[in-house]
T-cell receptor, first 111, second 111 residues
């Protein structure tokens, strides 16, 4: 069974630029999550989707971050404009029930 | 507020030297406690879910246990390939709540 796919794997941008990340969850998984993992920290939830509806986006900085899940499958996370403190790994996870399965992440460096 | 504290932050073991990692938690009604392994440059890999105090689960050299306030990940006769960061996370019982992660324990096993 294919795992969670994410792209790109690495991205370097200047502050105030915009960036987008893509996630393809495991087939059949209704729930999709985006996490931010800063170096030396555990992952922190940004947004949770159930099919194509948002369940929890309380930790998402909505002035600069946005996310959507197209047709309840793929998802994109966008940052516009980026700040230095957005440098982190952005992890996508999907789950059929309770257990979450993570993708490899996108490493973002904001200069 | 749900919280997870992991200790130690880092642990260095000789090959074959057994030890335990600790995860202390506070949560408003535990739905599940999760252990993940994370290798450098990769996303977290699911290991175990524990649901109630007294529960134990094993996988190869790893054994996870749960009490009402903490969980332990016991590593028996570790090998260098067990070197990784081990993350603990909790999910509260109420609603469709996200995982709350600790900062992880960075384990190094030296041959």
């Amino acid at each position: 069974e294919a795992g969670v796919a994410q792209s790109p794997r690495y991205k370097i941008i200047e502050k105030r630029q915009s960036v987008a990340f893509w996630c393809n969850p495991i087939s059949g998984h209704a729930t999709l999550y985006w996490y931010q993992q800063i170096l030396g920290q555990g992952p922190k939830l940004l947004i949770q989707f159930q099919n194509n509806g948002v369940v929890d986006d309380s930790q998402l900085p909505k002035d600069r971050f946005s996310a959507e899940r197209l047709k309840g499958v793929d998802s994109t996370l966008k940052i516009q404009p980026a700040k230095l403190e957005d440098s982190a790994v952005y992890l996508c996870a999907s789950s059929p029930a309770e257990t979450q399965y993570f993708g490899p992440g996108t490493r973002l460096l904001v200069l | 507020e749900d919280q997870v504290t992991q200790s130690p932050e880092a642990l260095r073991l000789q090959e074959g030297e057994s030890s335990s990692l600790n995860c202390s938690y506070t949560v408003s009604g535990l739905r599940g406690l999760f252990w993940y392994r994370q290798d450098p440059g990769k996303g977290p890999e699911f290991l175990f879910t524990l649901y109630s105090a007294g529960e134990e689960k094993e996988k190869e050299r790893l054994k996870a246990t749960l009490t009402k306030k903490e969980s332990f990940l016991h590593i028996t006769a570790p090998k260098p390939e067990d070197s990784a960061t081990y993350l603990c996370a909790v999910q509260a019982r109420s609603g469709n709540t996200p995982l709350v992660f600790g900062k992880g324990t960075r384990l190094s096993v030296i041959a």
